[in-house]
C-alpha cells in the first residue's frame, strides 16, 4: 500500500506551517485537502498558502476552478488519488493537509461515487419539508443522515433511489476499508489559544484585504448564490450587502461561526480517525518527525 501522511485539525490550527516543516523533513509534496482552496480567485477568505510560504515545495489541489463553478467531494477524491499516484511514482511521500474530513475520508478509505444528476425540476414545486418527506419514504436510513434543510443532498439521495438502489444500500456495499497506509495527525490546541488563533488569523484577513475580495466577486445577489460563497468567512457577508450589518457585527459573524465550525471539526476527528493527536512545540515536534520516520521504514502490504 502507497504511504500518505494525512495533516488534519481545526481552521487556523497550523496545519499549513507544519506541513511545510514536515514536506522539508520528509521529502513530501502537499496535497491541499481544504474544500475551498479549489477556486483561483478566492485567496484571502480561504487563508490559501502564498508562494513565498510555500517554500519551493510542490502544492497540488489548489485554483483548481472559478468561483462560479462548483466542486464536489467525487472532483476532489479524484484529484488527490492521481496527486498520490503521481507523488509516490516520484519516490516522495504524499502529504494531505486541511480540515474538510469528509474530503479527506472519501480519499483514504474506498469510497465510489457514482454520476449523480440533481434533476430538482422533478421536485421543484415541493418544499423543503415536502422534499424531505419524500426521502424518508423512499430511503429511510439515508434520511437518518441528512439535514431536511440540505435540499442538495436531499435531491441527491432522491435521485440515487429513484435510478433503483436507495443511498443507504449502495453504501453498505462498500467495505471503508483504507486504501493506503496512512499516518494521520490532528492538530491539537486548547480552546483558549485556538480561539485566539481563530480571531488572530480573521484579523490577518482583513488587513490583506477580505472585505476587497468579498465585494469584488460577490457584490450582486447572483454571486452570493455560489457554491463558493457558501463557506464560513463568506456566507457571513449576505448580511453586509443586504445593509443588515456593520463590518463590526460581520467580524463577529465569523469568528463565532468559525469557531464553532472548529469545534464540530475536533469532534467528526476524534470519531472517525484513529490518529496522532499533536500538541505543537518544539519538543513535541522531534518526537513527531521520528515517530513518522518510524511508521515509513515499516513495510506495507
Excluded at 520528509?26 to 508562494?51: C, F, H, M, P
Excluded at 465550525?261 to 522531534?286: D, I, M, V
Amino acid at each position: 500500500m502507497k504511504k500518505v501522511l494525512v495533516i488534519a485539525g481545526p481552521t487556523a490550527g497550523g496545519k499549513t506551517a507544519l506541513s511545510i516543516q514536515l514536506a522539508k523533513a520528509l521529502n513530501g509534496e502537499i496535497i491541499s485537502g481544504d474544500s475551498q482552496q479549489v477556486y483561483r480567485e478566492l485567496n484571502v477568505g480561504t487563508a490559501k498558502i502564498t508562494e513565498e510560504t510555500k517554500q519551493s515545495i510542490p502544492h497540488h489541489g489548489l485554483d483548481l476552478v472559478s468561483y462560479d463553478q462548483a466542486y464536489s467531494v467525487k472532483d476532489f477524491q479524484s484529484m488527490a488519488r492521481n496527486a498520490i499516484d503521481e507523488i509516490t511514482r516520484r519516490n516522495k511521500l504524499p502529504i494531505i493537509v486541511g480540515g474538510t474530513g469528509f474530503y479527506l475520508k472519501a480519499t483514504l478509505y474506498d469510497y465510489v461515487f457514482e454520476d449523480e444528476t440533481i434533476q430538482d425540476e422533478t421536485f421543484d414545486a415541493l418544499n423543503k419539508d415536502e422534499l424531505y418527506e419524500q426521502l424518508v419514504k423512499l430511503d429511510p436510513k439515508a434520511s437518518e443522515k441528512i439535514h431536511p434543510n440540505n435540499r442538495k443532498r436531499v435531491l441527491r439521495a432522491l435521485n440515487i433511489a429513484l435510478k433503483g438502489e436507495i443511498k443507504s444500500e449502495r453504501e453498505a456495499k462498500q467495505k471503508h476499508e483504507p486504501l493506503y497506509d496512512f499516518f494521520m495527525l490532528v492538530m491539537d490546541h486548547p480552546k483558549e489559544l485556538l480561539d485566539k488563533r481563530i480571531e488572530e488569523r480573521l484579523d490577518q484577513q482583513f488587513m490583506s484585504g477580505l472585505k476587497e475580495e468579498i465585494e469584488k466577486y460577490f457584490s450582486n445577489a447572483k454571486e452570493r448564490t455560489y457554491q463558493s460563497f457558501q463557506a464560513i468567512g463568506y456566507k457571513e457577508w449576505k448580511a453586509y450587502f443586504e445593509e443588515q450589518a456593520s463590518i463590526d457585527e460581520i467580524k463577529q459573524k465569523i469568528v463565532i461561526a468559525t469557531r464553532q465550525y472548529a469545534k464540530r471539526q475536533l469532534t467528526w476527528f476524534r470519531h472517525q480517525f484513529n490518529a496522532y493527536w499533536y500538541k505543537p512545540s518544539s519538543e513535541n515536534e522531534k518526537l513527531l518527525i521520528n515517530t513518522i520516520k518510524t511508521w515509513l521504514d515499516k513495510e506495507t502490504l
